[in-house]
């Protein structure tokens, strides 16, 4: 049975005078204290105490040179652990050096006489459970390059004294593993780290939750054995995912993915079964068009009524060029910018940033020398010609009708119908990268996936919560599931897909956009029993639910919905692949898989640029969680 760590044996004062310790762990404070009886062992041995060869030497001073005797002139050798600190030391120092242009965040140094002057502190493996919006950060994991929840999290316990300043430059020193890896923008409403930390102070957890931003919570620490490692221990995990219910509508007739189906579908005789499987949907963008948009066009004058249904022609049927790009860029087909005047608001706002900072820039130079030119002048907004303003208000309609859309019950059953085709264990190599079907790790356990009957509206746009259960999930692999499902539905496809997607060939399921995700909770029942056994708190989460609730509220669903309202990301991405002209997506046609693009290399083929974000393929380099890694 592990047992907890002991409080670190001071060093010897002429040691700590001549090096400060540097507190790693236990372990290396024990050896460190345990160097005289080493001496006095290898003394009494004959002379195989180093000490012998010279006894005037402080052993505790590397720099000494041996003064006599073959290799005089050479440095003594260091320890094997005085070596392997000193390699990673100087590969951390080459990273930060390097890639990460001598900045980091996962490395926090401290002078040698700030180290010494702190005063030496136990450390304790606990767990720390905690809550996070992920908009903003670049995923969970510490790294030294880009802002993650780690790093915020990694600072945050460093200035509350929970990690001492001669660990702070080095996260491994402290044991960090998190439960659940997150994707970049990804949530959790609750998720684990485990670690040493010094815990002595009763109100830690107010100091901590001090020095983090608001949208990221400790909800308390709690004591554990030694050996334990909140990912191997973590049984399942439970997520949720949030998409607005116009995702279930079919791609617009005239894009190019909605010409591919129906013609797919004449031609395969099956037309009748697929406008049967659209249902409430089959005439809703006939709808649309007679009553949202040709009331736009009417009023325009002939010319450029003319030249919007040309564009609006093209945005429809947009072919890739050989490097992955819209062959003509000029139609805003990959960024629909005209949405709620967003492109102008942000033209102004950089002209007001450019002014201040040129205001700010003259002011500092003008104390410094009075030779200086004077700053630019901010940059002109630039004005929309009456074609892009026509075009803006007839996409804007598009996505205004999407908004008003609401789902029927008959659309929900299908939906849950193409979630229950996931449940057991089932090779997924086709909703993760870099898998092939025959790696073992592909196989995995998903126990329930359920979307609430009952939908939620905000602001003009309704709301779907689909939770699913599972022991563990690989990179992108729930965003994956969402996209398939919802595009079975949309696309009026038999959900037979399913389960031919976990057979061997390769196919590109594009993930759904990262905004909508939340890990909802990770279970540790097993664990939890061994510590109800040892007289310690189990690793709940029930004792914050009103916290963990209000948290999810104001800083989760609230930036999700705002993010959706601010950036329309569900109508880009479906929109996105509705329109661009490629066989990737093909399978979701009645010709079904053979009719979309193999890929037959995952490591080396060249993917369209325009599809790499859609398909994950950009490997932003974190993971759901860590079993992708394995």
Partial sequence: MATDDAPPVPAPAAAAAADPVVETSNTESSNAADNGDRNDRGQKRGGRGRDNRNPNRDRNNPNNIKTGGFGSNKRDFMSKRDQVQDNRAAKRRKVIDGAADGNSYMSIPFSTDEIAAEERRPKRKVAVLIGYAGTGYHGIQINHKEKTIEGDLFAAFVKAGAISKANADDPKKSSLVRCARTDKGVHAAA?????????????????????????????????????????????????????????????????????????????????????????????????????????????????????????????????????????????????????????????????????????????????????????????????????????????????????????????????????????????????????????????????????????????????????????????????????????????????????????????????????????????????????????????????????????????????????EEKENSFHLFFNQIDNFRTDYFLWVTPGGIEASHERSDRTAEKIPKALQAELGDEADGVAEDAAASN
């Avoid at 990221?216 to 949030?242: H, P």
């Avoid at 949907?281 to 949202?292: A, G, I, S």
């Avoid at 598009?398 to 008959?410: G, L, M, N, W």
Wanted: proline share 6%.
């Fill in 191 to 563: 998720n684990v780290l485990s670690l040493k930390l010094i815990v002595e102070d009763e109100d830690i957890v107010e100091k901590i939750n001090s020095h983090l931003p608001d949208q990221i919570k400790v909800w308390g620490i709690q004591r554990v054995t030694n050996g334990f490692s909140c990912y191997q221990a973590c049984d399942s995990r439970w997520y949720e995912y949030l998409m607005p219910s116009y995702a279930l509508l079919p791609p617009q007739p005239q894009s190019f993915l909605g010409k591919k189906i129906i013609d797919a579908a004449k031609e395969k005789g099956t037309y009748n079964e697929y406008v049967d499987r659209l249902d409430d949907v089959q005439n809703f963008w006939e709808e649309v068009e007679k009553n949202d948009i040709q009331p736009i066009l009417e009023k325009m004058d002939p010319e450029i009524r003319a030249e919007v249904i040309r564009i609006l022609h093209d945005t429809a049927d947009q072919e890739l060029t050989d490097d992955g790009e819209p062959s003509k860029p000029d139609t805003d087909v990959s960024k629909d910018v005209e949405m709620n005047d967003t492109l102008a608001e942000e033209e102004n706002k950089a002209t007001e940033a450019a002014a201040t900072e040129a205001t700010t820039e003259a002011t500092t130079e003008s104390t410094t020398t009075e030779t200086q030119p004077a700053a630019a002048a901010p940059k002109a907004e630039r004005e929309f010609t009456p074609v892009e303003l026509a075009v803006r208000e007839v996409k804007a309609a598009y996505v205004a009708a999407k908004r008003r859309y609401r789902v029927t019950p008959a659309r929900l059953a299908k939906l849950q119908e193409a979630l229950n085709q996931y449940l057991g264990t089932h090779n997924f190599h086709n909703y993760t990268i870099l898998k092939s079907h025959n790696d073992p790790s592909a196989r995995r356990h998903i126990k329930s996936f359920t979307v609430n009957p009952t939908p939620i509206n905000i602001n003009d746009t309704e709301w779907l919560s689909l939770k699913v259960h599972g022991q563990s999930f690989m990179m992108h692999q729930i965003r994956k599931m969402v996209a398939m499902a919802v595009l079975i539905v949309r696309c009026g496809a038999p959900m037979s897909l399913i389960n031919e997607s976990y057979g061997p060939r390769r196919i590109s399921i594009p993930k759904a956009p990262g905004l909508g995700l939340m890990l909802e909770r990770p279970v540790f029942d097993v664990s939890n029993k061994k510590f109800k056994e040892l007289g310690r708190e189990p690793i709940d989460f029930g004792k914050w639910d009103d916290q963990i609730q209000k948290f999810k509220d104001e800083h989760i669903y609230k930036r999700m919905f705002e993010l």
